[in-house]
């Protein structure tokens, strides 16, 4: 398993939008990819998931990794999520 922390930056946080962007992304990994926000772990291949953990703007969570090609997902994920998923 790798992680890292990171911080939310785009302004309107995980909505649907950004959420779906991401998930799809996501889905292209094999491994299981979530997100850790306020000690809930939350599956980030799912948009109703990552929309149901209210992430807002300026929060900061752990992305982890676990499997087969881990440490490019957490890669992509970190790239994503720092680079204001699209927004």
Do not use: W, Y
């Not at 809930?40 to 090609?69: F, T």
């Amino acid at each position: 398993m790798v992680s890292k922390q990171t911080k939310i930056v785009n302004p309107m946080g995980m909505h649907m939008r950004p959420a779906g962007m991401f998930a799809q992304e996501m889905m292209k990994f094999k491994c299981d990819v979530s997100l850790v926000f306020k000690d809930k772990e939350v599956n980030a291949k799912s948009i109703m998931n990552l929309m149901a953990a209210c992430i807002k703007c300026g929060s900061e969570l752990e992305v982890r990794c676990n499997g087969e090609d881990e440490q490019a997902a957490l890669d992509k994920a970190i790239q994503l999520i720092e680079s204001g998923l699209g927004e």
